[in-house]
Structures are given as structure tokens and as C-alpha cells.
């Protein structure tokens, strides 16, 4: 750079700057007009003055000394480190050459004016330099430029190119939503809630965004990443439940439907709000003002999603939901047939594949109608059962331990600081700028001001001292160069005084003298060192002076940052009150606290994590399970960032904070479905965990990314910054929940005994009620209870009889008149009817007083109610588990274990009783006296447990060896069957009994007399005056259930069932 070619460019370059006008508020100025000014003089660039003597440096005749040299043509005093970068030295610091210089320019902005019009000038400034360095106007220098609103400026460019891709990224992530919503059936297909859910989180955004503005909180470019967050965490709680609304039963009402799903899904959304709240709640107690305002933003936002989604995209289910009970089209909103329905009907393929859907209400439970989402399916059969072998878990382990260890490392590898040209846009002005300035003038890159402030006597020996050793002492580290780079007004002033002493004879004995002499001959107009010192209002007193040290070989942010600290730290070991400050320090001491500000905010946020999972899934296992996951997961971010060139900075601990709420997300989502099923065996719960969840990940995970790849696109490093540590946490949280979890839980979580034991089969097998049952304190040891009065399943749709039959409920749209009867041949009178309304009504009263008090409830439902006989597969697809009449869940699966264990006990029984039939006529008055009577006169057994219809029908094949039932009887005579067989014969089968009412019992068949006098004329005689001499109907035995009880009539029979009615039980 030391030729002539070059400085006249250089020159050429000066006069276009200050030359360029600006105007501001109708005033026209240039830079002399606007320049800062020292005793009237604006500051010049005096390096330029060196063209006066390039012809004697170019023919070697005139040597440049480093660091200072006087010029012996303009007497200027020429700085070189200043002004010279990457300066070539010989041994006797002769400059040999120079690849760099840097020209400086100051405005004035001591007033509000004249900052604007300075602002104004740095405008045209840049214009100016920008349009002469793109149109080739210099062939010999390459021109980079810079100004104090560079940074700012490249800020708000930043917000601008991340603008045009909201409209692509609401698109992308609509399209996403609605494809992955999609299923092949053409009903239960949900591609507008998928759209949906982003309109909700956009409304959402907007809402929160508003509210924060109005509140006046201020608003930075860095808050345009949140809008990319929160469509993510939106669309991540309308996936968790759409898959709880198919996890539903679709035959169930909507109402129940919605209940059911949001007992499921809100649970885990509530649980990734409060997180996400209290992560970025976090940051609003950060030290740094961009983290407080963007934290602020998104404690807004999250709040408004979370309340969008459980109000607005809830009701959109809701209509969704009635779309689909009334078998609508998910698109075209048309009426179509069930895929079970249009294969009966041939329907073509086309409208199979596009139309058909939804179930049909004759058959609801059609599988070719229900069948399962095909992804769900393959998280449930396929990866749970990868996941469930052992070796498979062996092996997941160890990648994460690989994984924890490639973390581990990284953690070693961060930097700290961020750069300023990080700050830029790739293609700015600036990077090149910030990149020369780091290539040359990195020896001597920062001139530091050391500010004395108190009034002191500076004549005092011992506060020279004071002020010389701590300038020594800054002077010996290894931060600041030698002592001919320090400008020290008191240093330079005391040793002019010793070198003209003897001319000058003056005396600093005294402070008053010290001042004089200091303004007499040393802080005249025109010396430098006059703006190193400052005296009181009277000019009696020094109040503050400085002096100025020179930085030497700073590398890194890391090294700008321990230089920080240690000569803070010499500063405050001085007796002096002494500070050190350089305008770039501001961005020093973010280094100094991004690190313990971001331990401690993932310290707390991990505590406050476990405590939130604790209260939402009260398992301390589990919380500690989430907890080392939330650490894992923030390990790998940390780590796995350093290799990603992401270095430790405010934006960095920005994405840190956040990713503490959104490393729960996933795992809370599998820990929750995990603890809350009721399945026995850990594979069956990871099995079940999975189907629920399975999908939900790895479309929130998916979407999450892809609302964020636009980030990617701007060209920002702030943005980039983002995109990197959300994919990140996004990505590993996914792998935690799929993977790690799963596993983890069923090593050491419920039911992990069976694991290590071996034992665990991976059935479905349900954990038992048994403890819940004996908290209960229920009177009987075995008790089951079905909803009164129907023995079917109660669907939206129909009515299912047990076994198959048909079935209707008393009072419930139909009498059933008897076998062989219809509704106008029945010969039941008014006065009859009449009697059952009146009945009816008693019993509705009846029930309202008992449901007042849960103790009667049960007590009356024990009485109403009795063992159910349920036999047969067709017993676990008919029967679905009901609640008792303590709310508790007893599925089908163990009413058959116990009442098979029951008959089992009374088939012993039995067995012991056989030889008694041949004594028939004393067991029979036994059982007589054993036996009480109603009001009627019916007589009730109470033998064995209290209203137990399953002992009932143990006994019913002894009675019936002496006597017939009435309606077995006229079954009999009406099918041609023999008489039943005499008495100590073995019966051709059991026979098939239905109760009736009291009445149309009476009415039809004449079983039981009709007055109260016949009724007690039966009590006085013996149940052998009853023996059947022929098929003639007698008097049988009742059960007080009110149930329709089934026993197969001989093995292998199929006849159709016969009923006897009995009448209401008091």
C-alpha cells in the first residue's frame, strides 16, 4: 500500500467522502459541516499526509519506524498501528510493508439533531462508497466500509428476508397438515382438521403478537422466528388429538367421543404448555434485553395456541365428528355407504377407493369398516415389536450411549462469543468488512481508555505510585502491548518535568501548584493529553483523568473475553477508583455471562420439568425418567451444536432456553400413555404407548422441522442458528420418545419384574382391581355389575342381545309378549298394564332415593343384580368392560376369570352333593326351610351367595329331576318333547328359562294362582304334592335377577331359547 498509485486513490477516495452532501429537514451538508471538531478543527485522516514523502520511501531513501514517526515535512506525529494493518517488520521495526490502511471519519451527536443528521450523513455515506467500489472507479485499492448503524441496519434486513417465506412456510405446513391427516377411509378422513390446526396456531400467534404489542412491549427481528415455533407446537397438539378422537369408539355419541379424547389429548397438550410456558418464562429473567423480549413474545404466544386449541380447533372436531357420525364425505360433504356395505353392493372400484367410508349402523362393528390407520398399525405390530426384543434393546442402549459420548465431546469443543459478521447477511457489505478487519489489525485491534474517576492529589508521590503501578501492571499482561504504546497524560507530564527542570524551574510540591504547572505546560489548547483530564468547576481540583493502553494479539471471542476479566480484575485490586472500557466491551460481557446463565437455566428448567411431570403423571419413576431425558436431550443439543460450528452466544442460549419445554414434549407424551395404561405387561404397554403416540411424533417432529426450513432459506446467521438447534432438540426428543423411553420404561418402570424375570408373554393381559377392590370394602367378595337393565351393548346405533339374540329392555320401546305371541294377539288386559305402569313408576321413584346415597346405590344394585354367565369368545367381543357402581373399570376378560373360578367351586359342590338325589324328598324340605317367600308368595333360594343366579341354575337341574317348569313344560308339548324324566333319572339336558312378569305369567301360562288365598294354600304343602305326573306346568324355582340368563339346552343343541318371566323384587 506504501506507493504513489495507491495514495493518490487514497486521496481521491477522501475528498469523495467528505465532498458527498447530505440533506436533512431541508438543510444541505457535508461532512466539514457535520464533523467532530477539536479545537475547531474537524479530525483528518494525517496518514494521507505520507504523499509527501512517497517519493523518498519508494527509492528507499526515507524509513518508516514503527509504531510512531514524526513527518519531517508536515510535523504530524503519525500513529501507525492506528492507521496500519498487518504491518511487515525488521528487527529494528523498520515497516517493510503494509497490506492494509484505515481511514476513520466522526460526526457530531451532541444533540438529537445532530444524531440525526449524523445518521443522515452515514446514509450517503455508505450510498456513496458502495456505488464507487461496484463501479470499478479504483483499479489500485479495494475499498470495505462500515458504519455505527451497519449492525443495525443488517438487523432489519435480517427481518426482511425471513418475511417472504411466512406465506411459502403457512403453504408447506398446510399441505403437510392435510395429507398427513388423510386416511383411506373417505369419512373418517380428517384433511380439513389438519388445515385447521395451522389456522389456529396462526390466529393464535397473531392474537398473542397483538397483545404484546399493545401492552408496549417492544418488538425486535429476532421475534419472527417465533411465529415458525409456535405453528409447530400447534400443529404438534393437533395431531396428539386427532389420534386421541381415533383411539375412540366410532359407534359412541360425539359428545363422548369428544370427552374421551380430551381426557387423553389435554393431558399431554396441557403438559408441553406448561413446559414450553415455564422455559420461556425462564428467559425472561435473563440479564440480556433481546432474550427478555423474545421469551416475552412467546409466553404470549404459547398461551394463546394452548387456549386456540382447546376452544376453537376443539370445536372444529366437534363438527368434524357430527360430519362423520352422519357417514358425510370428509371432502365433498356427501352421504356415502360404508366400504362394507358397497362391497355387498359391488359398488365399482373407483368409488370404493374414493367414496366408501365410515361404518353402517346395522353392523357397526364390521372390521372391514373399523380397520385400524395403516400407520398406527405399523408403530403398534412393527416397531414395538422391534423395540420389545431383547437384543433390539441392547443394542438402542448402546447407540445412545454412543450418542451421550459424541455429546460429551462436543460439550469439550464450544466456543464462546459471537462474531460480528455472524450479526450480517452473507451477501452484506459489512462481512467483508468485519473479515479484513480480523485478517490486519487483529495485533492491535482495541484501544483501551483507564478511567481514575474521584478527585485525588495527583502532587501527592504516593497516588503517582498508585497511578504507575496499575499502568504497569495493565502494561506486563499479556493482553497489552509495551509501555510506547501507552498514552499517559501523568507519565509524559512528570518526566517533561524531569527533563526541564532546571529551564522550567517550577515545583509540584503542592496541589495547587501541581494544577498550575499541569496548565501551563502541558494541557494547553492543542495537546492531546487535554482530553485526558478533567477539573472541577472552579479549576481547583482534578475530579477524573484516563489514559490510554493498546490491545496486542486478541485471537477470539474467547480471548476478548478473558482479557475482559482479568484486567477488570487489576482494576479493582487498585487502591484507585479505576475502571477500563472500549465501546466493544458491551459485546464482551454477553460472552462472560452467556455461559452461567445458560447452566443455570437448564439446571432449573430440568428441576421445574420433573416437578411438572410429577404432578401431571404422579409416578416419581417417571419424573425422574423425564428428567434424565430432558438432560440427555439438552446434552446432545449443547454438545452437538459445538461440532455444528454453532458457537455459546445470546442466540444460542436463546434456542437453549426454549429447548428445555420442547425436549419434554415427546417423552412426556410416551411417559403419560406408558403409565396410564392398564396393561399388565411391559410389552403390551410399550405396544399400546406406541399405537397411541407412534404417529403424533413423527408428525409434530416432521412438521416442526419443515415450519422451520425457511429459516434455513434467509441467509441469516441468527436464523440459521435457530433452524439448527430446533432441528436438533426436535430430532433427538422424537428419538428419545420412539426409542430410548420405550425401552427405558420397560427395564425399570411398572411391570419391569416381568421383564428381567422373563415372564413377561407380551399378552394383553390387564392389571388386576383386586387392591382397588378391597379399598372399597365391598360386602361381597365376587361382585360384577352390568348396567341395569340391559344385558346388550348400548350403542348409538342398536341394541345387541347376549350371545347373538336380540334383546329389549323392560319398559324400553317394546313389550316382549312371549314365544309364539305378538303385539295384537296378546291377551294381557288394561287392567294388567295398568298395574305394570304403576309398578314402573314405583320402582323410577324408588331408584331416584337410592341414587342419593352411594352406600343404598350399591347395596340396591347388589340386589337387582347377579352373576352374569358369560361363556365363549363371543363373550369378549359382545362385552366390553362397565363401570361398577363405584366407577370402577371391570373389563370382560375378568368377569370370565371369575366366574369361571365361581362354577369351578360349585361344580365341586355338586359333585359332592350327587348321592343326595337319591334322598330327593328330605334335601327338597330342607331346601323348603331354608327358603323365605316374597309378597307375592314366589319363592326365593337362598342357598349358597345371596342373590346368586349362578348357584340358581347349579341347583336348577336337581329341582327340575321332580318338577317342571311351566314354561319348559308348553315348550315341550308345543315341540313334541318328552315329559320331563321321573324322579333319580338323569336329565336329557339343561333347559332354557327366561322370567316374565308376574302377570303375563299368571295370564298365559296359569303357573301361579291367582288370589292370595291359593298362593297361601301352596305355602302349607310340600314340594312333593307338586311332582309332575305329566307334561302339565308346575311350579318352579326363581332367581331374584332381573337379567336374562342362558343355559345351553343338551350339548350341541341348537333350539331356540325359551323364557319365564318373574315378577319385580322387593
Not at 515535512?73 to 503519525?78: E, G, I, L, P, R
Given at each position: ?825 296378546s291377551s294381557e288386559s288394561s287392567s294388567s298394564r295398568s298395574q305394570r305402569r304403576h309398578q314402573q313408576a314405583a320402582a323410577a321413584e324408588e331408584e331416584a332415593v337410592i341414587r342419593e346415597s352411594p352406600r343404598r346405590r350399591y347395596e340396591e344394585g347388589w340386589r337387582r343384580s347377579s352373576y352374569q354367565n358369560i ?196
Amino acid at each position: 500500500m506504501i506507493r504513489r498509485e495507491v495514495f493518490q486513490e487514497l486521496r481521491q477516495l477522501d475528498d469523495l467522502i467528505q465532498n458527498a452532501t447530505t440533506t436533512y429537514d431541508g438543510d444541505t451538508y457535508t461532512y466539514k459541516d457535520n464533523c467532530a471538531r477539536w479545537e475547531s478543527e474537524c479530525f483528518e485522516n494525517d496518514i494521507l499526509n505520507l504523499d509527501a514523502l512517497m517519493d523518498d520511501i519508494e527509492a528507499g531513501q526515507l524509513n518508516l519506524t514503527f509504531p510512531f514517526m514524526f513527518n519531517p515535512v508536515t510535523w504530524d506525529a503519525h500513529l501507525f498501528p492506528v492507521f496500519f494493518g498487518g504491518t511487515k517488520l525488521t528487527e529494528d521495526n523498520v515497516v517493510i510493508s503494509v497490506p492494509a490502511i484505515q481511514l476513520v471519519y466522526f460526526v457530531t451527536a451532541d444533540t438529537k439533531r445532530q444524531d440525526a443528521k449524523g445518521a443522515e450523513w452515514e446514509e450517503t455515506f455508505l450510498r456513496v462508497v458502495g456505488q464507487a467500489e461496484d463501479s470499478g472507479r479504483f483499479k489500485h485499492i479495494s475499498v470495505s466500509y462500515f458504519a455505527s448503524r451497519t449492525l443495525d441496519h443488517e438487523l432489519e434486513k435480517n427481518t426482511k428476508t425471513v418475511v417472504p417465506y411466512f406465506s411459502s412456510t403457512f403453504l408447506l405446513m398446510g399441505l403437510f397438515s392435510i395429507i398427513t391427516c388423510m386416511m383411506g377411509d373417505a369419512v373418517r378422513s380428517k384433511p380439513f382438521l389438519g388445515l385447521m390446526g395451522n389456522v389456529s396456531a396462526i390466529m393464535a400467534t397473531l392474537a398473542a403478537f397483538g397483545l404484546a404489542m399493545y401492552c408496549g412491549i417492544e418488538f425486535i427481528g429476532i421475534n419472527l422466528a417465533a411465529p415458525f415455533l409456535m405453528i409447530g407446537i400447534g400443529i404438534d397438539d393437533t395431531f396428539v388429538m386427532l389420534a386421541g378422537w381415533r383411539r375412540t369408539k366410532s359407534k359412541m355419541p360425539v359428545a363422548e367421543r369428544m370427552g374421551h379424547m380430551m381426557s387423553e389429548a389435554a393431558v399431554s397438550i396441557t403438559i408441553t404448555s406448561v413446559t414450553d410456558f415455564i422455559s420461556f418464562l425462564i428467559g425472561i429473567i435473563s440479564p440480556f434485553r433481546s432474550v427478555r423480549i423474545f421469551c416475552t413474545y412467546s409466553v404470549f404466544a404459547v398461551c394463546f395456541t394452548f387456549l386456540w386449541h382447546i376452544t376453537f380447533f376443539a370445536a372444529c372436531m366437534a363438527i368434524s365428528g357430527y360430519r362423520e357420525r352422519q357417514n358425510l364425505h370428509s371432502i365433498f360433504g356427501c352421504r356415502v355407504q360404508p366400504m362394507s356395505v358397497a362391497i355387498k353392493e359391488k359398488r365399482n372400484f373407483l368409488y370404493k377407493a374414493i367414496m366408501a367410508g365410515g361404518i353402517d349402523p346395522k353392523d357397526p362393528d364390521n372390521p372391514i369398516d373399523n380397520k385400524d390407520h395403516m400407520l398406527m398399525a405399523f408403530f403398534k405390530d412393527k416397531l414395538a415389536a422391534v423395540i420389545n426384543n431383547k437384543w433390539c434393546k441392547g443394542i438402542i442402549i448402546l447407540a445412545f450411549a454412543t450418542y451421550l459420548v459424541g455429546a460429551c465431546y462436543g460439550i469439550t469443543q464450544i466456543k464462546e462469543g459471537l462474531e460480528r459478521r455472524k450479526l450480517s447477511r452473507e451477501d452484506s457489505y459489512s462481512v467483508e468488512f468485519f473479515d479484513r478487519e480480523d485478517d490486519y489489525y487483529r495485533e492491535f485491534p482495541y484501544r483501551m481508555q483507564v478511567i481514575i474517576a474521584g478527585p485525588l492529589n495527583y502532587s501527592d508521590p504516593i497516588v503517582q505510585e498508585q497511578v504507575e503501578n496499575l499502568t504497569s501492571t495493565l502494561e506486563h499482561t499479556s493482553y497489552v502491548t509495551s509501555r510506547r504504546y501507552t498514552e499517559s497524560w501523568l507519565r509524559s507530564f512528570l518526566s517533561f518535568l524531569d527533563r526541564n527542570n532546571e529551564l522550567l524551574n517550577v515545583t509540584v510540591d503542592d496541589e495547587q501548584t501541581f494544577i498550575e504547572a499541569v496548565k501551563e505546560h502541558w494541557l494547553f489548547p492543542g495537546n492531546p493529553f487535554s482530553l485526558d483530564v478533567r477539573f472541577n468547576d472552579d479549576e481547583t481540583q482534578i475530579i477524573a483523568s484516563r489514559f490510554l493502553i493498546q490491545a496486542v494479539n486478541i485471537t477470539d471471542t474467547n480471548h476478548e473475553k478473558e482479557m475482559v476479566r482479568d484486567l477488570r480484575k487489576i482494576c479493582k485490586d487498585s487502591p484507585l477508583n479505576a475502571s477500563i472500557f472500549h465501546p466493544y466491551f458491551v459485546f464482551f460481557d454477553q460472552f462472560e455471562l452467556v455461559r452461567p446463565v445458560s447452566l443455570q437455566a437448564m439446571v432449573i428448567g430440568a428441576v421445574i420439568m420433573m416437578i411438572i411431570s410429577f404432578i401431571f403423571i404422579p409416578n416419581i419413576l417417571c419424573s425422574l425418567w423425564v428428567a434424565f431425558s430432558v438432560i440427555s436431550i439438552e446434552l446432545g443439543v449443547a454438545g452437538y451444536m459445538a461440532l455444528w460450528d454453532v458457537n455459546l452466544d445470546s442466540i444460542s442460549m436463546i434456542n437453549l432456553i426454549m429447548c428445555i419445554g420442547f425436549s419434554v414434549d415427546f417423552t412426556a407424551h410416551i411417559c403419560y400413555t406408558y403409565m396410564s395404561s392398564k396393561k399388565r405387561n411391559p410389552k403390551a404397554r410399550v405396544r399400546e404407548a406406541l399405537h397411541s403416540l407412534g404417529l403424533p411424533i413423527v408428525q409434530g417432529s416432521s412438521s416442526t422441522i419443515l415450519g422451520i426450513v425457511a429459516l434455513l432459506l434467509a441467509q441469516s446467521y441468527i436464523f440459521l442458528v435457530f433452524f439448527k438447534m430446533v432441528f436438533l432438540v426436535i430430532f433427538f426428543g422424537a428419538m428419545h420418545g420412539l426409542f430410548l423411553l420405550p425401552v427405558l420404561l420397560s427395564l425399570f418402570g411398572p411391570g419391569s419384574c416381568l421383564t428381567w424375570t422373563g415372564r413377561d408373554d407380551g399378552s394383553d393381559e390387564e392389571v388386576n382391581d383386586s387392591l382397588d377392590e378391597r379399598q372399597l370394602e365391598k360386602p361381597f367378595s365376587q361382585s360384577y355389575y352390568m348396567q341395569y337393565p340391559t344385558m346388550g351393548i348400548n350403542g348409538p346405533y342398536s341394541s345387541k342381545g347376549f350371545l347373538g339374540a336380540p334383546y329389549k329392555a323392560y319398559g324400553v320401546d317394546e313389550k316382549d309378549l312371549g314365544l309364539g305371541t305378538s303385539g295384537e294377539d296378546s291377551s294381557e288386559s288394561s287392567s294388567s298394564r295398568s298395574q305394570r305402569r304403576h309398578q314402573q313408576a314405583a320402582a323410577a321413584e324408588e331408584e331416584a332415593v337410592i341414587r342419593e346415597s352411594p352406600r343404598r346405590r350399591y347395596e340396591e344394585g347388589w340386589r337387582r343384580s347377579s352373576y352374569q354367565n358369560i361363556y365363549g369368545a363371543q363373550g369378549a367381543t359382545q362385552f366390553q368392560a362397565q363401570p361398577d357402581l363405584y366407577g370402577q373399570q371391570v373389563s370382560a376378560a375378568e368377569w370370565r376369570q371369575r366366574l369361571d373360578a365361581h362354577e369351578q367351586q360349585q361344580r365341586h359342590r355338586q359333585g359332592q352333593r350327587r348321592g343326595a338325589y337319591d334322598n330327593y324328598h328330605l334335601d327338597m324340605e330342607m331346601d323348603m326351610q331354608r327358603a323365605r317367600r316374597n309378597s307375592h308368595g314366589d319363592v326365593i333360594d337362598l342357598h349358597g351367595t345371596p342373590n346368586s343366579s349362578a348357584d340358581e341354575r347349579l341347583q336348577r337341574p336337581r329341582e327340575q329331576l321332580s318338577m317342571g317348569s311351566g314354561d319348559d313344560s308348553s315348550y315341550g308339548q308345543q315341540h313334541g318333547t318328552p315329559p320331563p324324566p321321573a324322579v333319580g333319572s338323569v336329565p336329557p339336558g339343561k333347559r332354557y328359562h327366561r322370567r316374565r312378569s308376574s302377570e303375563d305369567s299368571t295370564t298365559r301360562h296359569q303357573r301361579w294362582p291367582a288370589n292370595i288365598e291359593e298362593r297361601r294354600a301352596r305355602r302349607t304343602q310340600s314340594p312333593a304334592q307338586h311332582r309332575p305326573e305329566t307334561a302339565t306346568p308346575s311350579f318352579a324355582y326363581r332367581s331374584s335377577s332381573h337379567h336374562n340368563l342362558y343355559q345351553p339346552n343338551g350339548k350341541g343343541s341348537k333350539q331356540p331359547p325359551t323364557y319365564q318371566y318373574g315378577d319385580y323384587y322387593h
